[in-house]
């Protein structure tokens, strides 16, 4: 009997150790309810990649998930606080320390997210998956952390061309013998109401010596309100002359008459830079064209003409209004012909629209290159110069040279967009206003003075009495009334409510008729919105 009792023991004692077996499991709960599928793992890991912790918490490490979802927080809070203050100053984008930063930023980003994808996946247990599902996953999981991190670098990339582009274009170290001031952070205008940019046009062709200055327009713009007056003046321009104490002053008292004799304005900026020293060919424009319109020319930016058709395919062409057609091509243009109407032209359509000189005078071409300024100002908006960024930024850098300082362009940039949602008028010296073989200077520096006042006074001020809608009507000299520009147009600009009254036969009757003169009087600016039909 000792026997089976004795089996009985063993048996109790080999079944004994398996009781508590239960209650081990009853009180240790699994950490999936139930195992995971090879899809949960890869739902999880790309929903913690949108949403950092998510991944953590459904793998039950809450303190890791929950410290990963505050830390997502913050940095929202932190970015919505950062788009705040750069909508209040927009310069700060533009500054080198904020483009450092971003990039340290949107390094460290990626490398971040990386890891956040990886640790999310391993926290999911992959390893319970059978092997073809961890493969699958592996996959899958290494794909996403590649992509996660594809934004950060291309932040990264664009914000270095960016970097790399302003640097080049934008000297930190001005010329010492530069008449550019320096940029004080609290006043960068240094007390100035208006400040004067020199736009200029460079033609440096292959087939000839150094570089023509083809198109000259000064904007004189109100650091205030951003209303903008554009002065452009012909290449033909004769006999400009200098202000006191500068070199060429001395040299041609009587007008400028170059090495052709000729003198036309086109000729200062070589002729400086052959017979006064390198570098000094902006600063010779600057003054005589600042001595001319009776302005301080502040600085200058020039652009080569076959980089400015690059910049214009950067952005997807123009859309410009062609008043008639423009044949291009050589001498006769035997190459084509761009036709009137509303035309998208590429970049070398565009520079032959602006500079063909077939069937038209140099006064038609200052016309055209003017719409296509306006134009470029026009739908160059923020989110086409984003979409096109990089070729921009390679446009750019091989086209532009200007005298602006690199620390004046964070106060540049919100300028350049008050401008933009502001009042552009423009003026242009050509005949029978101003004949370029004997130019009246004074009367030159009056339309100047009368223009930016006008343009001052756009904002307080209603609609001139008489001023026509249509650019083709204003054209006849002495039509209309003192005081108002020939050619002006009843709307101002868009956004701008034109309050003039209509004006009764008593009015008309006791106006005084003015004289026609070869040369009028009253030209003034227009907008560019009526005369380019923007």
């Known amino acids: 009997m000792t026997t089976p009792l004795g089996d009985n023991s063993e048996e109790a004692d080999a079944d004994g150790p398996e009781e508590p077996a239960p209650k081990r499991a009853a009180t240790a709960p699994p950490r999936f309810a139930k195992p995971p599928s090879t899809a949960s793992v890869i739902g999880w890991t790309g929903l913690s990649a949108i949403v950092p912790g998510a991944a953590h918490l459904r793998a039950g490490r809450r303190r890791a998930g929950f410290i990963l979802l505050g830390a997502f927080g913050l940095i929202l809070v932190t970015a919505a606080v950062l788009a705040l203050v750069l909508r209040e100053n927009v310069g700060l984008a533009v500054k080198d320390s904020t483009l450092v930063a971003v990039t340290v930023v949107a390094g460290v980003g990626a490398l971040a997210w990386f890891a956040l994808v990886a640790t999310s996946y391993v926290a999911l247990g992959p390893q319970r998956l059978p092997q073809s599902g961890q493969v699958v996953s592996g996959i899958v999981v290494g794909v996403l952390c590649v992509t996660v991190m594809a934004p950060f670098a291309l932040t990264a990339s664009s914000v270095v061309t960016a970097r790399d582009t302003v640097n080049a274009v934008f000297p930190s170290d001005p010329d010492p013998s530069t008449t550019v001031a320096p940029v004080k952070q ?13 736009l200029v046009g460079g033609d440096a062709a292959g087939n000839r010596t150094g570089v023509r200055t083809d198109s000259m327009t000064v904007a004189s713009v109100d650091v205030r309100t951003g209303n903008a007056v554009m002065f452009s003046l012909p290449r033909n321009l004769q006999y400009i002359r200098f202000p006191k104490g ?3 002053a001395a040299r041609f008292p009587n007008g400028f008459t170059g090495d052709s004799g000729q003198g036309l304005l086109n000729e200062v900026w070589q002729y400086a830079e052959d017979h006064i020293g390198k570098g000094r060919g902006h600063q010779e424009l600057k003054s005589a064209i600042g001595h001319t319109l009776g302005l301080k020319i502040d600085y200058y930016a020039i652009v080569d003409m076959y980089g400015f058709a690059a910049l214009i395919d950067a952005i997807g062409g123009l859309r410009i209004r062609v008043e008639q057609d423009i044949k291009w091509g050589g001498h006769f243009g035997t190459a084509g012909t761009i036709k009137a109407g509303v035309q998208r032209l590429d970049g070398e359509h565009v520079l032959w629209y602006g500079r063909s000189r077939v069937d038209s005078d140099d006064f038609s071409r200052m016309s055209r290159q003017r719409c296509v300024m306006g134009a470029l100002l026009d739908q160059a908006t923020p989110s086409v110069v984003l979409a096109n960024f990089g070729k921009i930024a390679s446009a750019t850098r091989h086209m532009f040279r200007t005298d602006i300082p690199r620390d004046l362009l964070e106060h540049l940039v919100p300028l350049a967009l008050k401008v933009k949602d502001a009042r ?3 003026l242009q010296f050509v005949p029978p206003t101003i004949w370029p073989g004997a130019a009246d200077w004074v009367k030159i520096r009056r339309l100047t003075a009368r223009a930016i ?12 009495v008489g001023a026509t809608a249509s650019p083709t009507a204003s054209a006849s000299p002495g039509g209309t009334p003192s005081g108002v520009a020939q050619g002006a147009t009843a709307s101002p600009s868009a956004g ?17 008729t003015p004289s026609k003169t070869p040369t009028p009087n009253d030209q003034t600016a227009k907008t560019l919105a009526d005369a380019c039909g923007f």
């Open 246 to 248: 500068d070199p060429l």
């Open 186 to 198: 609290q006043d960068p205008w240094n007390g100035r109401r208006r400040v004067n940019f020199l």
């Open 424 to 426: 552009t008028t423009s």
């Open 453 to 464: 006042k006008q343009s001052e006074n756009a904002a307080a001020r209603t609609v001139a």
């Open 496 to 512: 701008t409510p034109a309050a003039t009254p209509t004006p009764t036969r008593s009015h008309l009757a006791a106006r005084p």
